[in-house]
């Protein structure tokens, strides 16, 4: 079953933006918090952005005044605005539930920032 579908990586230059989206099962959205997660080559996964259901959000310090999550209910899709890019947020980001993921991740979302 799919649960997770992200969209809207790319490569873009440093100072660009991208907005990531990421489509969620009804049945997972309705219930949880959402959060966007990030993995490169060499990390672990690591929590980026937190949106709570009724629409709160936090941020890792590294992204705060740059991300912005937010989820439009009427879609169950969570979006990831980014901003002022630097190559060091190059990862995949991926969505899922929080404060505990679900088991199964999607196939995340690409996001080079490079010259």
């Known amino acids: 079953q799919v649960q997770f579908v992200e969209s809207g990586g790319g490569l873009v230059q440093p100072g660009g933006s991208l907005r990531l989206s990421c489509a969620v099962s009804?049945?997972?959205?309705?219930?949880?918090?959402m959060a966007w997660y990030r993995q490169t080559a060499v990390n672990q996964r690591e929590l980026v952005a937190t949106?709570?259901?009724?629409?709160?959000?936090d941020y890792a310090d590294s992204v705060k005044g740059r991300f912005t999550i937010s989820r439009d209910n009427t879609k169950n899709t969570i979006y990831l605005q980014m901003n002022s890019l630097r190559p060091e947020v190059t990862a995949v980001y991926y969505c899922?539930?929080?404060?505990?993921?679900?088991?199964?991740w999607g196939q995340g979302a690409q996001v080079t920032v490079s010259s």
């Open positions: 899922n539930t929080y404060v505990i993921p679900q088991t199964y």
């Open positions: 009804r049945s997972i959205f309705n219930f949880y918090n």
């Open positions: 949106v709570t259901r009724g629409g709160s959000s």
